[in-house]
């Protein structure tokens, strides 16, 4: 049974810092893409970065510089670092994975395997 388990999440002022953690498990992990949304009350979920096999990574405008997504495959894991956060940052945050290519996929409903979230809360 495939599992995805994220961790990390908390409280932080603007400003601090959080890394979230994604621990995979039923999965051949090293052969697909893996991404973290998130998803604030009342708003669409959005992509925030995806990393593919050969970890190549991509990242929404508005974190780039201050967000890192990283991959350990010899632990099944998947990572996002994340500095400066501010308020706009307060989301549930999701790891999810598919077997193609990040390229292939446009947005959070092609992704075929969710982990239960996260919460991330920045306070001003």
């Known amino acids: 049974q495939v599992q995805l388990v994220e961790s990390g999440g908390g409280s932080v002022q603007s400003g601090g810092s959080l890394r979230l953690s994604c621990a995979v498990s039923?999965?051949?992990?090293?052969?697909?893409?893996m991404a973290w949304f998130r998803q604030a009350p009342g708003k669409e979920r959005e992509g925030v970065a995806d990393?593919?096999?050969?970890?190549?990574?991509s990242y929404a405008d508005s974190v780039k510089g201050r967000f890192t997504i990283s991959r350990d495959n010899g632990r099944n894991t998947l990572y996002l670092q994340m500095n400066s956060l501010a308020p706009e940052d307060t989301a549930m945050y999701y790891c999810?994975?598919?077997?193609?290519?990040?390229?292939?996929?446009?947005?959070?409903?092609?992704?075929?395997?969710w982990g239960q979230g996260t919460q991330v809360t920045v306070s001003s």
């Open positions: 039923g999965y051949t992990f090293n052969r697909h893409c």
């Open positions: 990393i593919d096999r050969d970890a190549m990574p």
């Open positions: 999810a994975a598919d077997d193609r290519w990040c390229a292939l996929l446009h947005g959070a409903s092609e992704y075929t395997v």
